[in-house]
């Protein structure tokens, strides 16, 4: 089988972990059968200081008839978040309609856990955050600028569609996995309009799946339990603000979010699907070589699973778990070590090529 692959390194970091992500893409095709055509794309915060655009005018439909994107990171100094943001990563996912935003929370071995007593299997659930609509819009405004009356109001976007499909996506991925349990964020007791709706689809979204057990918490309770007993989750599921901010602390519970992949899904495969780490572009060590490509190397596995190839998928993950847990194996600075991106990612597609 053969792929193209949109490949977006982005920004600082991005720059410096996406060759270690396609060194072990080839590794694993090699070993399985798999081949990949990257097609590289520089859009980034320079492309912008350049020429006033993050990507070129017809970027989105360039991008349209690859297999997967994968993506770096973007946004760096110089050029505000939001500009970043809305002209690159939320017009790709909102045009290819990548609506689920897939992260795994799991403890890996050979990553410092900051929570005590904490093993590897312990911490293993899946973050499905709604990733079109919700609190992340460009809806509300200014008002009465300048004088003592001045105000903002942003507004929250929630439509039946978008929360039903985000629903039944994390119930349907809890019945693949056979994880039977589904978590939803909520803040009903805040929000006044859209939480309970949100609740309200949920209840009737359950009421759909009878073998599941489901759990309702406010997001504050729900971000203190995910400190206190991450053992409990299976499948999270949240909204735009509440999945990404959980998506965050999730990888914070389990160590480090330099390793935490992310899936950014189009479920119906009319599109294609992206995927990036966690982390962004990271400034303060951009430039160094010593950024750790895990979150890079790990979102290439769960592309490969999105291909439907889950063996090529895990083969990457127990490669990544192998080399994280010897003891004299090679470890950023991040985990404590003294590696450079490129060994560490060295190590891991050996590994890939050896199992
Ligand atoms: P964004 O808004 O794009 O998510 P951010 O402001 O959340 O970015 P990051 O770029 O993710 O910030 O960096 C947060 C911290 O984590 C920084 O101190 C950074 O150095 C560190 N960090 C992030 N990714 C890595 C990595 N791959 N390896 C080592 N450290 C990392
Ligand atoms: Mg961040």
Redesign the pocket.
């Known amino acids: 089988m053969s792929y193209r692959i949109a490949v977006i390194p982005g920004d600082?970091?991005g720059n410096e972990?996406m060759p270690e992500g396609l060194r072990v893409l080839e590794a694993v095709g090699a070993a399985h059968g798999l081949s990949f055509t990257p097609c590289h794309y520089d859009w980034s915060c320079e492309t912008f200081k350049a020429t006033g655009r993050m990507m070129p005018q017809d970027g989105l439909e360039r991008l349209r008839d690859h297999d997967a994107i994968f993506l770096g990171?973007v946004?760096f100094p110089g050029v505000p978040?939001h500009i970043s943001l809305w002209n690159l990563l939320i017009p790709i996912r909102r045009t290819f309609d990548q609506y689920a935003n897939v992260r795994p929370v799991r403890l890996l071995a050979g990553v410092p856990c900051p929570l005590a007593g904490k093993a590897p299997g312990d911490i293993d659930f899946w973050i499905i955050r709604e990733n079109s609509e919700g609190e992340y819009s460009q809806m509300g405004g200014r008002f009465a600028e300048g004088t003592e009356r001045e105000f903002v109001l942003q507004e929250a976007v929630f439509t039946r569609t978008g929360i039903d499909r985000i629903l039944r996506y994390a119930f349907e991925f809890g019945k693949q996995l056979g994880r039977l349990h589904v978590t939803s964020a909520t803040k009903s007791n805040g929000i006044y309009h859209s939480m309970p709706y949100w609740d309200e689809r949920f209840a009737a979204m359950a009421a759909e799946y009878p073998d599941f057990r489901t759990d309702e918490y406010h997001i504050d309770i729900l971000s203190a339990r995910f400190v206190m007993s991450p053992e409990r989750f299976d499948v999270v599921v949240g909204s735009n603000l509440f999945g990404d901010i959980l998506s965050?602390l999730g990888p914070g519970v389990t160590g480090?979010?330099?390793v935490a992949p992310s899936a950014n899904i189009n479920p119906e495969r009319i599109y294609p699907s992206m995927f990036e780490?966690v982390?962004?572009?990271?400034?303060?060590?951009a430039g160094q070589n010593?950024?750790?490509?895990v979150?890079q190397i790990w979102s290439a596995a769960m592309m490969l699973d999105h291909l439907g190839h889950p063996e090529a998928g895990q083969a990457v993950l127990h490669a990544i778990e192998k080399v994280l847990s010897r003891t004299d194996g090679p470890k950023?600075p991040?985990l404590g070590g003294r590696a450079s991106t490129a060994e560490l990612g060295e190590a891991i597609a050996a590994e890939v090529s050896a199992q």
């Open positions: 600082g970091i972990v990171a946004g978040d965050d480090t979010i330099a780490p982390h962004g572009s990271a400034p303060d060590i010593i950024a750790n490509p979150g950023t991040d």
